[in-house]
């Protein structure tokens, strides 16, 4: 048996992926691994990422947090899904939620009996049998139902929340378990001439450098270990996810805040919306080809409601990821592994998964290269499975007004996401992989949100009853909206359970 644990592990990086590194790792090993964290307050962090996805709640319910703690100490809001305004056409809206649409009967997804009914005249439309959509169309709230016969049990959510204090949360129940941070800045990153691992780094106005047997660089968009000093390389995505550039900016709340993010289509690119307790994030992300910056801030600011409360910050990136997300004893973990830009709000979603896959392959000091293999190897379908289903978003689109859209519409997609369609167009067949972070469902929305219709139901369908079936739809239909219709709205549901004190 190997007796070479690793004992100490550096990480470099104090922004929401750093410290949500430092808390996982010190409250799964305790006091038995040294972790530092070095963040420099001089340089700061990137300050946006204010739109979660539904695991951040598994991720922070085992660190013992509850939902109603994290709303509270974030001045979050709660995130039934995503409304896309304007992406299939102009004046066109869509939904994508967080859980399911109808039932699976005897392994028959939902959407079979649905497009059965379609074929034989019944309008009603998917959203009618998917709870999480009718909530949010109702701007009503509650947690699920955690008895699985409720009609109040299938659906999903997920936060917004200010990313400031998010990233203080995990800090300070981080340095509660442990873990030292050191407020420096790294000005050199010092290789093991024989074998090229990391052995330290340099701090400014630090006499001895600071050594560690596992680095995670989690220095943002800078890189600084995995690409600064080990020059792992990255993967450049823009040939189909052309926006580059975004310019965000926060305003006061008007009027009541809606469970979900809003996704509004510009011409050269798209605008969030996010709603917080205290006040609403705005940003515009675009391709710097179709559109200036200065003009961008423009559409930007005739799109917000209230008065503005911050400055504009502009940000530039590279879609695409860092060919080895592991590379000898160093791991990448958030804006330093890859970057998609944040149209389903997936990067805080990835800095989990990849902690998920630290605490499945912890190594000891020998840094096994199976281990090594498999992080890289499942990071780089995460991130190649995320990737699609934002391509997604804009090849389904049938605007045809402005060059972005014409380019994205027309363009070659990459082979998987090809494929995944054709499947659901010959089909309506769904793939469920195990290292996506988007499921069956989520696609479905994408799809039937752009009128993406496959050719054939699943034949099983026929050996049902359909009056059966019918009336089972109706009956389902009628009972989302009765469990439904005596729900408070979300701005009461905040006020009631966690308010910001
Ligand atoms: C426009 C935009 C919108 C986004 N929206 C969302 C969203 O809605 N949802 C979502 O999930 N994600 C979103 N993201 C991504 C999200 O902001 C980041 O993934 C997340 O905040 C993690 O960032 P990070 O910790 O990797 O990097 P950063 O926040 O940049 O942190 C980097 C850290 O490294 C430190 N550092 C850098 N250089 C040095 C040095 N030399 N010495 C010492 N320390 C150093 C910095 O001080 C900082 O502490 C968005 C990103 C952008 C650009």
């Given at each position: 048996m190997s007796n070479n644990p690793v004992e100490s592990v550096v990480i470099v990086g104090g922004g929401t992926a750093g410290w949500m590194v430092a808390a996982s790792l010190s409250n799964l090993f305790g006091k038995r691994l040294k972790i530092t964290l070095v963040e420099s307050s001089e340089i700061g962090t990137v300050g946006v990422g204010e739109a979660t996805n539904a695991t951040i709640r598994r991720f922070y319910g085992r660190l013992g947090m509850t939902d109603f703690d994290v709303l509270r100490a974030t001045q979050g809001t709660c995130k039934l899904g995503i409304r896309f305004d304007n992406w299939h056409q102009k004046g066109h809206s869509y939904f994508h939620p967080f859980g399911v649409y109808g039932q699976e009967v005897r392994q028959v997804q939902f959407h079979h009996f649905?497009?059965?009914?379609?074929?034989?005249?019944?309008?009603?439309?998917?959203?009618?049998?998917?709870?999480?959509?009718?909530?949010?169309?109702?701007?009503?709230?509650?947690?699920?139902?955690?008895?699985?016969?409720?009609?109040?049990?299938?659906?999903?959510?997920?936060?917004?929340?200010?990313?400031?204090?998010?990233?203080?949360?995990m800090r300070d129940f981080a340095i509660d378990k442990g873990v030292r941070r050191v407020d420096a800045k790294v000005s050199n990153v010092n290789l093991n001439p024989d074998n090229g691992f990391i052995d330290s780094v340099t701090l400014e106005g630090h006499d001895a450098p600071l050594a560690g047997d596992l680095f995670i660089d989690c220095s943002g968009f800078k890189a600084l270990l995995i690409e600064g000093a080990l020059k792992t390389g990255y993967e450049d995505w823009s040939q189909w996810l052309p926006t580059d550039s975004a310019v965000a900016v926060q305003s006061e709340s008007v009027g009541e805040p809606h469970p979900y993010t809003v996704s509004t289509a510009h011409e050269a690119g798209w605008q969030w919306n996010i709603p917080l307790q205290h006040r609403q994030g705005n940003g515009h992300v675009y391709c710097s080809e179709y559109i200036s910056d200065d003009e961008a801030t423009e559409v930007l600011m005739r799109n917000i409601d209230g008065p503005l409360s911050s400055d504009p910050k502009m940000f530039r990136f590279v879609p695409g990821r860092r060919k080895k997300a592991w590379n000898k004893n160093c791991i990448s973990v958030g804006?330093?592994?890859?970057?998609?830009?944040?149209?389903?709000?997936?990067?805080?979603?990835?800095?989990?998964?990849?902690?998920?896959?630290?605490?499945?392959?912890?190594?000891?000091?020998?840094?096994?290269?199976?281990?090594?293999?498999?992080?890289?190897?499942?990071?780089?379908?995460?991130?190649?499975?995320?990737?699609?289903?934002?391509?997604?978003?804009?090849?389904?689109?049938a605007r045809t007004d402005a060059p972005l859209w014409n380019h994205c519409r027309t363009m070659e997609i990459p082979e998987p996401l090809a494929h995944k369609m054709k499947l659901f167009k010959q089909r309506g067949h769904l793939v469920k992989y195990?290292?996506?972070?988007?499921?069956?469902?989520?696609?479905?929305?994408?799809?039937?949100?752009?009128?993406?219709?496959?050719?054939?139901?699943?034949?099983?369908?026929?050996?049902?009853?359909?009056?059966?079936?019918?009336?089972?739809?109706?009956?389902?239909?009628?009972?989302?909206?009765?469990?439904?219709?005596?729900?408070?709205?979300?701005?009461?549901f905040i006020r009631k359970n966690c308010y910001y004190r």
């Amino acid at each position: 048996m190997s007796n070479n644990p690793v004992e100490s592990v550096v990480i470099v990086g104090g922004g929401t992926a750093g410290w949500m590194v430092a808390a996982s790792l010190s409250n799964l090993f305790g006091k038995r691994l040294k972790i530092t964290l070095v963040e420099s307050s001089e340089i700061g962090t990137v300050g946006v990422g204010e739109a979660t996805n539904a695991t951040i709640r598994r991720f922070y319910g085992r660190l013992g947090m509850t939902d109603f703690d994290v709303l509270r100490a974030t001045q979050g809001t709660c995130k039934l899904g995503i409304r896309f305004d304007n992406w299939h056409q102009k004046g066109h809206s869509y939904f994508h939620p967080f859980g399911v649409y109808g039932q699976e009967v005897r392994q028959v997804q939902f959407h079979h009996f649905w497009l059965k009914m379609r074929e034989m005249g019944d309008q009603t439309p998917l959203d009618d049998y998917c709870l999480g959509t009718t909530l949010a169309m109702h701007d009503k709230f509650t947690t699920p139902s955690p008895n699985p016969p409720s009609s109040l049990s299938v659906f999903d959510w997920a936060l917004h929340f200010d990313a400031t204090l998010f990233g203080h949360l995990m800090r300070d129940f981080a340095i509660d378990k442990g873990v030292r941070r050191v407020d420096a800045k790294v000005s050199n990153v010092n290789l093991n001439p024989d074998n090229g691992f990391i052995d330290s780094v340099t701090l400014e106005g630090h006499d001895a450098p600071l050594a560690g047997d596992l680095f995670i660089d989690c220095s943002g968009f800078k890189a600084l270990l995995i690409e600064g000093a080990l020059k792992t390389g990255y993967e450049d995505w823009s040939q189909w996810l052309p926006t580059d550039s975004a310019v965000a900016v926060q305003s006061e709340s008007v009027g009541e805040p809606h469970p979900y993010t809003v996704s509004t289509a510009h011409e050269a690119g798209w605008q969030w919306n996010i709603p917080l307790q205290h006040r609403q994030g705005n940003g515009h992300v675009y391709c710097s080809e179709y559109i200036s910056d200065d003009e961008a801030t423009e559409v930007l600011m005739r799109n917000i409601d209230g008065p503005l409360s911050s400055d504009p910050k502009m940000f530039r990136f590279v879609p695409g990821r860092r060919k080895k997300a592991w590379n000898k004893n160093c791991i990448s973990v958030g804006l330093a592994s890859g970057f998609l830009e944040p149209l389903e709000s997936t990067a805080i979603a990835l800095v989990e998964t990849a902690i998920e896959k630290i605490r499945l392959l912890f190594p000891d000091k020998s840094m096994p290269q199976g281990c090594i293999d498999e992080f890289n190897d499942m990071t780089r379908l995460e991130y190649e499975r995320v990737r699609d289903f934002i391509i997604l978003h804009y090849h389904a689109t049938a605007r045809t007004d402005a060059p972005l859209w014409n380019h994205c519409r027309t363009m070659e997609i990459p082979e998987p996401l090809a494929h995944k369609m054709k499947l659901f167009k010959q089909r309506g067949h769904l793939v469920k992989y195990r290292w996506e972070i988007f499921q069956p469902a989520s696609w479905l929305a994408l799809y039937s949100g752009n009128n993406i219709y496959p050719e054939m139901y699943d034949p099983r369908v026929d050996t049902f009853d359909m009056n059966y079936v019918r009336k089972s739809l109706a009956e389902m239909k009628k009972s989302l909206q009765s469990a439904m219709e005596p729900l408070p709205s979300h701005g009461e549901f905040i006020r009631k359970n966690c308010y910001y004190r």
